[in-house]
């Protein structure tokens, strides 16, 4: 196909106006979307624009470009959308399916919208970027694709996955030189939705909304979302897999991250023996995402798994360090980025235990928050397998000792980041059972995980001493209750003596800026979600500007009761697969 070079007035002109470009795809649909050539190039939108560009309230010259992807890999030469085995392709082209009822925007993300996609929040309110998230239309420049992906899913191997139910609509790379892919989750069908209608639910889509933007102020690598659209189209789902079928809301969230791709986007194409392809894309993603990696040295694969490796066990040290289980840790929901995508039946865990687990679909618990690095462990085997092929003898065995150390490399970051939550500095070798003690503690009383670290780090040294713990101070008057309690608080005290230069106002300092104050519990999403069914977004827009500063107490959060036990009805609280 011929290169193109559209002046992007003429994309501004067919963007605003909704004008179909039959003059340049006889397949653009009576609807308006643009479809812009494969092969279209276009440089991003901000150069050259100035100063008066930037901030804009509209969308006139932004635009996005799916070049990047489309010129770098075949693809899907079906371009009817239905069901089927796909093969020797990464992408399918295919559409979003806009919502037939009305659309209402239910939140955005400030912090994306003007620091990642360069717009200013004013256009949030027009009817442009309406259509935009709701997958209405499809910006000039975009050539909207479903990614083909395999997984192994509880264990085994599920064969082709891909985006059932997502659609890539674009690579924005703004102001900072940032490459961002960004997806509309919730847009209809694609080539990959095996059975499923292509919507997600507005129950689902709360959650994942806010608990990507969450996470991102924790400090915890995650996709990001930048909006929330609700529509009044029925969507049917078995929530428990039970047999109770209910109606419910389809909504869409816009939602970004540096790529897409994860284990099983090289899972599918080893199984199926695409090692050309397998290959074509490991270079593409070692060149884009893995600049310290050489794209013509010979032990680039053996370079990019170890890094993988060590990523995903940081990864993993971080989500225990907030109490986070993500719930279904297939191979497919794990992104070569080392970053947290795919938000289903996610839970922060509440008292502690190690055998939390947050989706009911999990029968076994193969997914519980303490097995998690283990099954962090079983997809990166399941990488190496996919890798193999590609790998001569030597890296073969290297790379299995890389895999051989990933327990050493978590629990050296695990040690690292609860030093840091009880405001440990320098390395003790008895640090290891100083932790260990308090974490058996809080098992053995069911105590909250992110209060009781939270209430050490507001607690001071001298009310530890004479165990005074203030009445605020639930938490730890939980934790108190234990017999051995005061023989680890002897061990902590005389452990903080170590702390050389340090003073008790320093190390609470210290300790409130990691140990959050405020996660997304479920209970609280659980309360956001059946107002929002009401059309009542309040809590939504509260937790958002609550989760943006975690570790600052906040007169609206205490007011709501975000920082006090769970209520009662939070404990028969259930969370599925389906969304």
């Not at 687990?357 to 997914?367: A, C, F, I």
């Not at 980041?417 to 290891?432: H, I, M, T, V």
Request: net charge negative; glycine share 8%.
């Amino acid at each position: 196909m011929p290169r193109l070079r559209v002046p992007w007035a003429v994309a501004c002109f067919v963007w605003a106006c909704g004008v179909g470009c039959g003059d340049l795809d006889p397949l653009c649909p009576s609807w308006g979307l643009c479809r812009a050539p494969l092969a279209l190039n276009a440089s991003p939108p901000w150069q050259g624009c100035g100063e008066t560009w930037w901030g804009a309230a509209g969308l006139g010259l932004w635009g996005l470009s799916s070049a990047s992807l489309v010129d770098s890999f075949p693809i899907d030469p079906i371009q009817e959308n239905y069901v089927r085995n796909v093969r020797n392709c990464i992408f399918s082209v295919v559409y979003p399916t806009p919502f037939k009822s009305k659309v209402l925007l239910v939140a955005v993300s400030e912090d994306v919208i003007e620091n990642i996609l360069d717009l200013h929040i004013s256009v949030q309110g027009t009817s442009d970027f309406l259509q935009f998230v709701s997958g209405g239309k499809v910006i000039f420049g975009s050539v909207p694709l479903a990614h083909r992906y395999g997984g192994h899913q509880f264990g085994s191997w599920a064969g082709q996955l891909g985006d059932g139910r997502a659609h890539l609509i674009g690579v924005y790379t703004n102001r900072h030189g940032e490459r961002w892919e960004l997806q509309l989750k919730g847009s209809g069908k694609t080539p990959y939705s095996r059975n499923g209608d292509g919507r997600a639910v507005l129950r689902s889509s709360v959650r994942e909304f806010l608990c990507s933007e969450a996470m991102h102020y924790l400090g915890i690598p995650t996709s990001r979302a930048a909006s929330l659209v609700v529509s009044d189209d029925e969507v049917w789902r078995d929530q428990f897999y039970n047999g109770n079928i209910k109606k419910e809301r389809g909504a869409i969230v816009l939602r970004l991250a540096k790529s897409w791709f994860r284990i099983g986007s090289l899972e599918i194409l080893a199984h199926s023996g695409e090692l050309d392809l397998q290959r074509r894309l490991l270079d593409f993603i070692i060149q884009e995402h893995f600049p310290l990696i050489a794209v013509n040295d010979s032990d680039r694969y053996l370079d990019f798994f170890s890094t993988v490796v060590s990523e995903t066990a940081n990864l993993i040290a971080l989500w225990m360090s907030v109490g986070f289980a993500h719930g279904v840790c297939n191979t497919d929901n794990f992104s070569l980025l080392s970053i947290t995508i795919d938000y289903g039946p996610f839970g922060f865990m509440d008292s502690y235990d190690p055998n939390f687990v947050p989706n009911t679909s999990d029968d076994e618990g193969r997914y519980k928050i303490g097995n998690q690095a283990n099954v962090g462990l079983f997809n990166l085997n399941k990488l190496l397998q996919a890798l193999k092929p590609l790998l001569d003898p030597r890296q073969k065995q290297l790379a299995s000792q890389v895999l051989e150390g990933f327990g050493q490399r978590y629990y050296t970051r695990f040690t690292e980041l609860f030093r840091a939550k009880l405001g440990l500095l320098g390395d003790d070798e008895d640090d290891n059972y100083l932790i260990a003690f308090l974490l058996k503690l809080m098992e053995d009383r069911r105590a909250d995980f992110t209060m009781t670290f939270r209430e050490l780090s507001e607690i001071t040294e001298d009310q530890l001493k004479e165990l005074h713990i203030p009445e605020e101070f639930w938490a730890l008057q939980d934790l108190g209750k234990h017999k051995l309690f005061l023989e680890w608080v002897s061990m902590y005290l005389l452990r903080l003596e170590h702390n050389k230069g340090d003073t008790d106002i320093k190390r609470r300092k210290r300790m409130t800026a990691v140990n959050p104050r405020y996660v997304l519990r479920n209970w609280m999403a659980e309360s956001a979600v059946q107002k929002a069914n009401l059309n009542d977004f309040s809590e939504v827009h509260l937790l958002q500007q609550i989760l943006q500063h975690p570790f600052q107490r906040q007169e609206a959060a205490e007011k709501a009761g975000y920082s006090l036990r769970p209520p009662a009805w939070a404990k028969d609280l259930k969370v599925s697969c389906s969304s």
